[in-house]
């Protein structure tokens, strides 16, 4: 087998690409993960469309494809179709380089997420200060782009959306340190880190997730971070930006077609972008729940099939809405649509079961098969994927969430929480954390 | 991550590796070298501030690029944070409140013009004699070798860690530059109270 596959067994693949010098699977992690990032943002919008109809007592997208299901798909070529208008009025370049800004700076940041231990492009170790500083870069698209259409809505939608995210990055910054303060708050004398694989695994080595060190320290940092990064994204109820009654659309009024879909492309991916970092410096990143308690064999199998599991349920509910759909020959196509669907997830459900089943014969030694320990890589690969995925995805929810239960803030609320209550909240939270930190050196 | 575990990696990456080269190639530094200096040059050239504020944060992000060419990560880190990301917001911020229109018809070159090429000429003869010095700065003159570890053969992760030290001390010890750093952030302390007692006159 070539070479370049076969590292993959290596145990230097326990590192990140990044650090191995592995410029072919560097290439492959970027492609995997900007092909993953593109299908989570037509899956989030299809999930918002009908989550928020649902929560309005509407049905959402039900025309194309079961359920809408192929609606993102539907919106997409609709969008590419349309004229790509660029006002006459307008800075042409800056117009033209303000979408790439923002999506530039939301795509950068993927490079340190991690994923697992070695599922991330590189491991920096100024990982969280390269997150933070690249995603604040986003926000001169968004300025740029508001200055750019040479009109009024659009540029009182950029100048609320910049004061907004300065301040709120404020906050959201000091929470972040005392996360990082705590990766230095153990026992055994390390140093702390800023590396995002090395704070995940200093939770690993705490026996504990941060939102739960100090309580309610950790507690306290993480909803300053988990309020401030609604703000940063400039999601309801902080959507000042583009408050629809108020503004028109914001910033991006003047933009269409192709253009605005990048807007908000680069939306959706500094949302996940944003709650990974949540995820990471608060909730224990890749790993599972209770791994230092449960971490018997058996323990070990029963987690590993929870990602098969998770898609056999995805098929079962696909499969209920096929039965479940009219039998009238004008759904034929769709019901058959739904159920090829249906077997496609349990194929997927099926396949991550037997990986976790041959994976498990590997690390007990019974198996002599080439395939085992690919199996078993393979397996603790998806699991800290899984893990990952899960809490964000749970977070992704919260933003639909809060936008259909919240009002939108007025602008002088907006800045007095963040500076008047956010701002001293998280520089007390930093100094108790430093200040209670001092009995572990 | 702890250092020691850092350095076994790099070992064992090394080891395997036969010698980890540097990732950065001297072409990398041309490239991010020339799209400093190109982009600084259309910061002055160009008619129309945001303009000039684009190519200013091009110039400040292949700065950090430099930086971090030059094994200083954190360094890098901060000034994308500070530069790019934070002070041109700034920038642009006020650049769009004001009226382009007519800014861009003034005349560039007022009066004040040899002040400016002084103060550039003064720099460049800084920086000349700092590049043409620097061998016997940066190296002891006895032996001919650094007279710092070569940056390029510490671990990458321990940059943090020398800041820190030098700023805030190691165990027990006062830093290096402890004193400074305490004395600049109580000069902005001053500042911020002074930019907020000058704007609001009830607060």
């Given at each position: 087998?070539p070479?370049?596959i ?5 145990s ?8 191995a ?7 492959i992690y ?10 989570a943002?037509i ?17 959402g ?5 079961p359920h809408?299901l192929?609606?993102p ?9 349309k004229?790509d208008?660029?006002?006459a ?6 117009f033209?380089v ?13 490079t340190?997420?991690?994923?697992g231990p070695?599922?991330?492009?590189s ?10 500083g690249?995603s604040?870069?986003g926000?001169?698209g968004?300025v ?6 040479n ?32 990766t230095?708050l ?12 090395g704070?995940v695994?200093?939770?690993q080595?705490?026996?504990?997730w941060f ?9 306290i ?13 400039n ?8 408050a629809e ?13 192709l253009?605005?879909s990048?807007?908000m492309?680069a939306e ?5 972008a944003?709650?990974?970092?949540a995820v ?7 790993m599972?729940p209770?791994?230092?308690l449960l971490h018997?064999?058996?323990?070990e ?7 098969g599991?998770t ?6 509910i ?33 396949l ?7 994976g498990r ?10 395939a085992?320990?690919f ?13 990952f995925?899960?809490k964000?995805a749970v ?5 639909i ?9 007025r602008?002088d ?6 500076w008047?209550v956010m701002?001293p ?11 209670v ?5 | 991550?702890n250092?020691?575990?850092?350095s076994?990696?790099?070992s064992a990456?090394?080891a395997?590796?036969?010698?980890m080269?540097p ?16 982009s600084?040059?259309l ?5 129309n501030?945001?303009h000039?504020a684009?190519a200013?944060i091009?110039?400040?992000?292949s700065v950090?690029?430099l930086?971090?060419?030059?094994y200083?990560p954190?360094?890098a880190g901060?000034?994308i ?17 004001v009226?382009?229109?007519?800014s861009?018809?003034?005349?560039r070159f ?8 002084t103060a ?7 920086f ?6 620097g ?18 053969h510490?671990p ?6 020398q800041i ?5 001390g ?7 530059y402890?004193?400074?750093?305490e004395?600049?952030s109580?000069?902005?302390?001053v ?10 006159k009830?607060i």
């Amino acid at each position: 087998m070539p070479n370049f596959i076969m590292s993959y067994l290596d145990s230097r693949a326990a590192l990140t690409p990044g650090s191995a010098g592995s410029q072919f699977w560097a290439l492959i992690y970027v492609l995997i993960i900007f092909a993953g990032v593109s299908v989570a943002v037509i899956c989030m919008n299809w999930l918002e469309r009908k989550a928020l109809a649902h929560f309005q007592v509407r049905l959402g997208p039900m025309r194309v494809g079961p359920h809408g299901l192929l609606q993102p798909i539907a919106d997409a070529i609709k969008l590419m179709l349309k004229e790509d208008i660029i006002p006459a009025e307008a800075d042409q370049f800056v117009f033209w380089v303000a979408p790439l800004i923002g999506l530039l700076a939301a795509f950068t940041v993927y490079t340190v997420i991690p994923f697992g231990p070695s599922q991330a492009v590189s491991d920096m170790n100024i990982g969280i200060l390269f997150m933070l500083g690249v995603s604040s870069l986003g926000v001169l698209g968004i300025v740029v782009a508001g200055w750019a259409s040479n009109s009024h809505y659009p540029l009182i939608g950029a100048l609320r959306s910049s004061a907004q995210m300065v301040s709120y990055e404020v906050a959201m910054g000091l929470a972040v340190v005392s996360a990082i303060l705590m990766t230095s708050l153990n026992t055994n004398g390390t140093d702390g880190t800023l590396s995002m694989i090395g704070i995940v695994q200093a939770q690993q080595q705490q026996h504990i997730w941060f939102i739960f060190k100090l309580f309610p320290l950790g507690f306290i940092a993480f909803a300053i971070f988990a309020i401030a990064m609604v703000a940063e994204t400039n999601r309801a109820p902080f959507d000042l930006a583009e408050a629809e009654s108020e503004l028109t659309a914001g910033f991006h009024t003047e933009y269409s077609g192709l253009r605005w879909s990048l807007f908000m492309l680069a939306e959706y991916a500094a949302m996940i972008a944003v709650s990974s970092i949540a995820v990471t410096l608060w909730l224990g990143g890749w790993m599972r729940p209770f791994p230092n308690l449960l971490h018997a064999p058996a323990w070990e199998f029963i987690f590993s099939l929870f990602p098969g599991l998770t898609f056999a349920g995805l098929a079962a509910i696909a499969f209920i809405g096929t039965a479940r759909m009219s039998s009238h020959s004008f759904f034929k196509i769709q019901r058959i649509g739904l159920a090829v669907f249906a077997a496609l997830l349990g194929f997927i459900a099926l396949l991550l079961l037997v990986i976790a089943v041959v994976g498990r014969s590997a690390d007990a030694g019974v198996a002599a098969q080439v395939a085992a320990p690919f199996a078993a890589r393979f397996r603790d690969g998806i699991d800290h994927v899984y893990w990952f995925v899960l809490k964000v995805a749970v977070f992704m929810y919260m933003f639909i969430w809060y936008r259909a239960t919240w009002p939108r803030y007025r602008f002088d609320q907006l800045m007095k929480i963040g500076w008047k209550v956010m701002l001293p909240i998280s520089l007390g939270v930093l100094i108790l954390t430093a200040i209670v930190g001092m009995k572990f050196s | 991550m702890n250092p020691g575990m850092y350095s076994a990696l790099n070992s064992a990456v090394t080891a395997a590796n036969g010698g980890m080269a540097p990732v950065a190639t001297p072409w990398f530094f041309y490239a991010l070298a020339a799209l400093a200096v190109v982009s600084g040059v259309l910061v002055i050239t160009r008619r129309n501030a945001v303009h000039s504020a684009l190519a200013l944060i091009v110039t400040l992000l292949s700065v950090a690029g430099l930086y971090l060419m030059l094994y200083a990560p954190f360094v890098a880190g901060v000034q994308i944070i500070v530069y790019a990301g934070g002070i041109m917001v700034l920038f642009l911020f006020v650049i769009m409140l004001v009226n382009i229109d007519r800014s861009s018809k003034d005349r560039r070159f007022n009066r004040i013009w040899p002040v400016g090429l002084t103060a550039a000429c003064a720099l460049m003869a800084l920086f000349v004699s700092a590049i043409m010095k620097g061998q016997s700065v940066l190296n002891d003159p006895t032996t001919g070798k650094p007279r710092w570890p070569d940056p390029l053969h510490l671990p990458e992760s321990m940059n943090t860690q020398q800041i820190a030290n030098a700023l805030y001390g190691e165990a027990g010890k006062m830093g290096q530059y402890t004193f400074a750093f305490e004395i600049a952030s109580l000069l902005l302390l001053v500042a911020i109270l002074g930019a907020v007692i000058m704007t609001k006159k009830k607060i």
